[in-house]
């Protein structure tokens, strides 16, 4: 019986540490909508959690919305209240896997790879395939980055047509990650 204890205590632990995870809550991301000729519409948040299973590639990020900050007070409110409705929808969601994610080829050179995945934002989500990025490993952290573009109609986000000459309906993001072994 002592045994079989042992044993099952053994192959648990075994499981646990072979399960690697790296994260973050620093995470940077961007976001510009902006038109020429009118007043940039760009924000950051640097205070984004992400989390990346090195067992199989799987990475998770959350960013609360009313940590996106713009150069125009008064931007920032319109968006918190009018766009993105942050007190209804408070957090924006990103899951997917990375393609053919492999932790021991990491380097401190970077490898090009893909990941698919879901993105949810006022409510809405939207699937993405194939949003390139860069990785590496540097002093033990792991650095994501990369970048994509949605568009502001997939969210049901609805511009008012005085402004809407001045907001690009499509959307560049990028993002950066800093994660370390958890």
Known sequence: MKKVIFLALFFIS?????????????????????VPSFEEVAAKNNAVTA????????FAALALVKGFRFKNALM??????????????PKATFKGKMENFDFDTL????SYSHI?????????TKNLKGIPLTI????EKIIIAGNFKVLVSDFEIEIPKIVANKLSNEVDIDFRFELVKK
């Open 51 to 58: 989390i990346l299973n090195t067992e199989n590639g799987e």
């Open 76 to 89: 920032e409110e319109h968006f918190n209240e009018n766009y993105a409705e942050s007190d209804e929808y």
């Open 107 to 110: 380097s401190e050179t970077n």
């Open 136 to 139: 590496k490993m540097v002093d």
């Open 14 to 34: 075994i499981s646990a540490i072979a399960q690697s995870k790296y994260l973050t809550k620093t995470g940077q991301l961007n976001f510009e909508a902006s």
């Open 116 to 124: 698919d995945g879901s993105l949810t934002f006022h409510g809405a």
